[in-house]
């Protein structure tokens, strides 16, 4: 199933201003089926977000989400993702230099960067931004995953949008589990959205209406479906390699009989051939390995 509203990869602002599309890859490749789509842009430089911005407009993005809240090394320390949290002066030049392009602009971020409490400055601080939505990861970048969600913060974070921004939308992101969850915090906080991320990992069918149990066939008509996908983009233009895919073996074989003994000969594949063939039984690992 599909969500509602779809996010591009995260995308590094200054990298494309000083190196073009080399630089990003693929990460801001739609196609015609993710609609409305929106742009996810980092970096901490206002004069490269503002290109970019006006790039993604080009583009036919609906919006753009600045990520103030990832806690990768390399973006917090070249003042992005969550390193934003401690600029909050250039956050809000960052902002500014987004909305020259006229798309809608959001953010995502965090708590705080290392403590909780943390979290009503800083969020103060961006809801005076007059931005379209707000997306809260529900931890410090300090927590990274490693605890669970503050759920028990959400009544008084909507508090806060309410009194200085009620204009701005209020998502929520952090341990939901699929739509039915998130549906459930709608109605139990009043927010007006969830964002789903690792939760994907745990269920490919997290975005479905209606929950039910998936079987082999289904699953591994998923993992059809996304080595086809793989091999129609992998261009000599813009080639993609192949051991990333295995990261989502474990998502789509796993729950049936036979599971693990599949998932481990999948690991030992080369190529996207070699996984349909072990897939279809014509190959012994031993052979996908020579092939």
């Known amino acids: 199933a599909a969500p509602d509203l ?21 990460r801001l490749v739609k196609t015609d089926d993710e609609k409305p789509i929106v742009a996810q842009l980092w970096g ?5 977000m503002a290109k970019l911005v006006a790039h993604c407009k080009e583009l036919g993005f609906d919006g753009v989400d600045i990520n103030m809240g990832c806690p990768d090394a390399s973006a917090v320390k070249a003042g992005g993702g969550a390193g934003m949290i401690l ?27 290392s403590q909780v409490d943390e979290w009503r400055a800083w969020l103060t601080h961006i809801l005076q931004q007059d931005i379209e939505n ?7 970048k300090k927590e990274m995953s490693k605890v669970e969600a503050h759920f028990e913060l959400i009544d008084a974070i909507k508090k806060l949008r309410d009194e200085i921004a009620p204009q701005t939308l209020l998502t929520i992101n952090g341990d939901i589990r699929d739509r039915e969850h998130g549906l459930q915090l709608v109605k139990t906080h009043g927010i007006d959205g969830i964002m789903i991320g690792r939760g994907i990992f745990t269920n490919p069918f997290a975005f479905e209406h209606e929950s039910r149990l998936h ?9 059809t479906l996304q080595l086809d996908l793989h091999d129609l983009w992998n261009t000599p233009e813009q080639p993609r390699k192949y051991d990333p895919l295995k990261r989502f073996f474990k998502i789509y074989v796993r729950d049936f009989e036979g599971a693990a003994e599949l998932r481990d000969k999948l690991m030992h594949t080369k190529s996207t051939d070699e996984v ?5 039984g014509r190959a012994r690992p031993s052979e996908a390995i020579s092939k």
């Open 276 to 280: 349909r063939a072990v897939l279809e």
């Open 44 to 48: 901490a430089v206002p004069e490269d």
């Open 134 to 140: 707000l997306t809260i990861h529900l931890r410090t």
């Open 215 to 223: 079987n082999r066939e289904e699953l591994l008509d998923l993992l």
């Open 87 to 113: 600029s909050p002066e250039n956050a809000a030049n960052m902002i500014a230099a987004a909305k020259t392009s006229g798309l809608p602009i959001s953010v995502k971020t965090r708590l705080g960067y």
């Open 6 to 26: 779809y996010f591009s990869e995260f995308t590094n602002a200054t990298g494309w201003a000083h190196a073009g599309g080399k630089a990003i890859g693929m």
